[in-house]
Nanobody
Framework: EVQLQASGGGAAQAGGSLRLSCAASGFTFDEYAIGWFRQAPGREREGVSSIAHTTGATFYASSVEGRFTISEDNAKNTVYLEMNSLRPEDTAIYYC????????????????WGQGTQVTVSS
């Protein structure tokens, strides 16, 4: 059974930090990139960042580049999203997902979704 367990959301002040975790299991990790998406109320789900297990290739949306950092712990099959310099516009439900290949930037490339975790940033 494929599982993508997201955790680590919560509340933060603007300028603060949060770290999200996505623990993956039930599929061949080597063949996929793990990505983070987010969806704010009334908006479409958008790709935030992704990392490819075999190459380490990373993707960042322009809105988060320089503030968010994605990394992985190969031994634990876990991907982390370190979110710094948070802004109120980062408020959303964050989802982790798995895409075949080296990048996971768009929803149409997603093979599996994890459950969401709420991130709320106050000004």
């Amino acid at each position: 059974e494929v599982q993508l367990q997201a955790s680590g959301g919560g509340a933060a002040q603007a300028g603060g930090s949060l770290r999200l975790s996505c623990a993956a299991s039930g599929f061949t990790f080597d063949e996929y990139a793990i990505g983070w998406f987010r969806q704010a109320p009334g908006r479409e789900r958008e790709g935030v960042s992704s990392i490819a297990h075999t190459t380490g290739a990373t993707f960042y949306a322009s809105s988060v580049e320089g503030r968010f950092t994605i990394s992985e712990d190969n031994a634990k099959n876990t991907v982390y999203l370190e979110m710094n310099s948070l802004r109120p516009e980062d408020t959303a439900i964050y989802y982790c997902a798995a895409c075949v290949g080296n990048s996971c930037p768009l929803t149409r490339f997603v093979s599996w979704w994890g459950q969401g975790t709420q991130v709320t940033v106050s000004s």
